[in-house]
């Protein structure tokens, strides 16, 4: 546990990049091997991850991402990008998938498959996005923890347009969403303003509380 510790108090969201280091192809998969198996609910995995390298894409992601230097110094731009909507194909597929693999159909399984094809149903595709996005959020929580005990900073990013993000890779013919980006590489400390400030955090008391 210590480990993880003095891991997450190394991070942080790094605002200038190297744009002369690279994350080794070794160090990627890691990270993104993590992400493949962050949990998701009912093991939906609501999304995709795009690993943009192409220098012409990202210049165009920047200039849509409030010009952020981090989204083209960066090794790897990453962006989860979750489904529009939770349809029963996407749900069949999901369970199909686990049978196939497990090899076996539970009787259990299925029955809550039936269940989850009238919960999606019922809920509506902005719902179902909605969900998605969440889901997304749990498998960038995970890429960044993979990416501190990698020795490789990360920067997550909200701030972009995602409709245009959505157009310059072509993600809406996918029926995809962007919902959050991930800059990864290595920091450069001169030009960095945040790379020696203390990091703040609320005390425990004021964040957490047992309930026995």
């Given amino acids: ?24 192809d070794e160090k990627l998969e890691h990270i993104l091997e993590a992400i493949r198996l962050a949990p998701t609910s009912s093991g939906l995995q609501p999304f995709e991850v795009f690993v943009v390298t192409n220098p ?3 210049a165009k992601i920047q200039a849509v991402g409030w010009n952020q230097g981090q989204i083209t110094e960066s090794s790897h731009l990453l962006v989860f990008a979750a489904w529009d909507d939770i349809t029963a194909d996407r749900v069949n597929m999901m369970f199909d998938l686990t049978n196939e693999q497990r090899g076996f159909i539970n009787e259990g ?8 094809l009238g919960i999606v149903a019922a809920r509506g595709q902005q719902a179902n996005f909605d969900s998605a996005a969440r889901q997304a959020y ?12 990698e020795g490789v900073d990360a920067t997550p990013m909200e701030g972009f347009d995602p409709a245009a993000v959505d157009q310059i890779l072509s993600l809406k013919e996918r029926k995809l969403r962007s919902v959050v980006m991930l800059p990864i590489g ?3 400390p001169e030009g960095d303003w945040l ?18």
């Fill in 109 to 116: 399984w299925e029955a809550y498959r039936k269940q989850l």
């Fill in 138 to 149: 749990i498998a960038l929580g995970v890429a960044m923890v993979a990416a501190a005990f």
């Fill in 186 to 188: 290595y920091r450069q």
């Fill in 1 to 24: 546990m210590t480990d993880v510790i003095d891991k997450l108090n190394w991070r942080y969201a790094t605002k200038k990049f190297d744009p002369a280091k690279t994350v080794s």
């Fill in 56 to 58: 012409d894409l990202r």
């Fill in 195 to 212: 790379v020696n400030l203390k990091k703040v955090r609320r005390s425990r008391p004021n964040l957490i509380t047992e309930i026995a």
